[in-house]
Nanobody
Framework: QVQLVESGGGLVRPGSSLRLSCAAS?????????VGWFRRAPGSEIEFVAA????????YYGGSVKGRFTISRDNAKKMVSLQMNSLKPEDTAVYYC????????????????????WGQGTQVTVSS
């Protein structure tokens, strides 16, 4: 069973940057998995943020973060990162990473139900 642990959240001012990390363990071949980031703001449903395919060659972003966030991965380290720039108060949420077994297919799932493994989340608060 894949285990995922997020880190890097915190309290920042609008316009700042943060880099979230997702570390995977208990997985033999991390490159068999697409990885996505989702977020949930208080009182809201879970929202797709970004996803990356097995080798990093294909990425997809939610409309509210496109152009500001960048997802990347290092399969040797079993890590996925989310670089978040120009943060806005509406980016405030708990951020989760999730993994979906895709093999070597060029897919980047953007629906939460497609992901089988989830981390516990990390809080990001953007406030002045």
């Amino acid at each position: 069973q894949v285990q995922l642990v997020e880190s890097g959240g915190g309290l920042v001012r609008p316009g700042s940057s943060l880099r979230l990390s997702c570390a995977a363990s208990a997985v033999r071949t991390f490159s068999d998995y697409a990885v996505g980031w989702f977020r949930r703001a208080p009182g809201s449903e879970i929202e797709f943020v970004a996803a990356i395919n097995w080798n990093g060659g294909n990425t997809y972003y939610g409309g509210s973060v496109k152009g500001r966030f960048t997802i990347s991965r290092d399969n040797a380290k079993k890590m996925v990162s989310l670089q978040m720039n120009s943060l806005k108060p509406e980016d405030t949420a708990v951020y989760y990473c999730a993994a979906d077994w895709t093999g070597n297919r060029e897919v980047v799932p953007d629906a939460a139900y497609e992901y089988d493994y989830w981390g516990q989340g990390t809080q990001v608060t953007v406030s002045s």
